[in-house]
């Protein structure tokens, strides 16, 4: 089984985001940027299968600007075997993502496709969907456990209140959740081993895929500052204040 794995960069998850002056989107510049914390689990559950002898490749596919290489060759260390850039300096949606996926899984012809559930920066929350629509192939969300046997994958769902088992035939289109697993770290054999693994250049012309936005962004605002808390001087003047200020009991 070939595993064709999304990768994004997006900003680190330890990073507060700051929004532009102009109020046009989130300010990267000279912000540490990293692998989609949901596409690291998707890429150690690819290589885990690979490991125990279910999938003989794993290739990553990123699509973004050339630094995008950067998450590519983090999945390279962490055991992925190929790396595919679609290189494009558009504002990429999730539609434009699937569409770009979609091209390259008629090249690749993978059995199954692993996303994250959702990219940090936009918390689209589509892509993974949206490629299984257009591929016409059965599609797990939130895996929260991932089994294959006599080429069937099951996989095992977090729903309210309990968890969900699905099979799905082969090839099929899998999202990952937090919890199911805990990615590797990278030795630095690894990394140095990663920079000759090949890494190959695309782009959307190439692919025939038009990434143009179909969706406006009208405008992006931070949060509103939160204010600051008092000290109360015992629990029935807590009380008196959630009663009569906060009005929450
Ligand atoms: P989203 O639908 O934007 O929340 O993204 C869901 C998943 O789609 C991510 O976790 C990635 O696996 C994949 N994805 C989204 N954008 C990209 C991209 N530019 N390059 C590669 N994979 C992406």
Do not use: C, H
């Amino acid at each position: 089984m070939k595993i064709l794995v999304a990768v994004k960069r997006v900003i680190d998850y330890n990073v507060k985001p700051r929004v532009k002056t102009d109020g046009s989107g989130v300010d990267l510049a000279n912000v540490k940027m990293a692998m989609n914390p949901f596409d690291e689990i998707a890429v150690e559950e690819a290589v885990r299968l690979k490991e125990a002898g279910a999938a003989t490749e794993v290739v990553v596919v990123s699509a973004g600007t050339s630094q995008s290489q950067d998450v590519l060759r983090t999945a390279l260390a962490m055991g992925a075997d190929r790396a595919i850039l679609v290189e494009t300096a558009a504002d990429l949606q999730p539609l434009a993502v699937a569409g770009l996926m979609a091209a390259i899984v008629e090249r690749e012809a993978p059995q199954l496709v692993l996303l994250g559930k959702q990219a940090i920066d936009n918390d689209a929350g589509q892509t993974g969907q949206k490629l299984a629509g257009l591929l016409g192939w059965p599609q797990a969300t939130f895996a929260f456990k991932t089994e294959f046997a006599d080429g069937v994958l099951t996989v095992t769902r977090e729903i309210d209140g309990g968890l969900e088992r699905v099979a799905l035939d082969l090839p099929a289109v899998v999202t990952t959740d937090l919890r199911l697993n805990s990615p590797r770290y990278v030795t630095l054999l690894n990394i140095m081993k990663a920079k000759k693994k090949p890494l190959d250049t695309l782009t959307p012309d190439a692919l025939g895929v038009d990434v143009t936005p179909r969706l406006t962004v009208l405008e992006v605002t931070e949060p509103p500052p939160r204010k600051s808390g008092i000290m109360v001087s015992d629990v029935e003047a807590l009380i008196e204040k959630l009663r009569n200020e906060a009005k929450v009991i």
